[in-house]
């Protein structure tokens, strides 16, 4: 298992940037599919942005172009780069590690607030 801490949210205007961490202890993170999640009032949870350990990215369409996810596997930690943030990405953002193989798992940090308002 891991645990996962993220930071870096808050409130921010339209238009703004804004980036998140997300810190991981614990053994095999280096092998685990790492993403960020997000959650708004009234909606699904819905993936944002996923990095393998090979560095290999995957976007929604609503992040493609703003959003950027990164990995640095020397400090357990991935990042997630929001420009240009919209009222709409106004959401709780979730940090999650999962491994398909064995020992398999998938783990979610607390969640973290972010607010894109005027």
């Known amino acids: 298992q891991v645990q996962l801490m993220e930071s870096g949210g808050g409130l921010v205007q339209p238009g703004g940037s804004l980036r998140l961490s997300c810190v991981a202890s614990?053994?095999?993170?280096?092998?685990?599919?790492m993403g960020w999640y997000r959650q708004a009032p009234g909606k699904r949870r819905e993936m944002v942005a996923t990095?393998?350990?090979?560095?290999?990215?995957d976007y929604a369409d609503f992040a493609e172009g703003r959003f950027t996810i990164s990995r640095d596997n020397t400090k357990n930690t991935i990042y997630l780069q929001m420009d240009n943030l919209k009222p709409a990405d106004t959401a709780v953002y979730y940090c999650?590690?999962?491994?398909?193989?064995?020992?398999?798992?998938?783990?979610w940090g607390q969640g973290i607030q972010v607010t894109v308002s005027s």
């Open positions: 990095v393998t350990s090979g560095g290999t990215t």
């Open positions: 614990g053994n095999s993170y280096s092998s685990t599919i």
């Open positions: 999650k590690a999962q491994r398909k193989v064995l020992p398999a798992y998938t783990a």
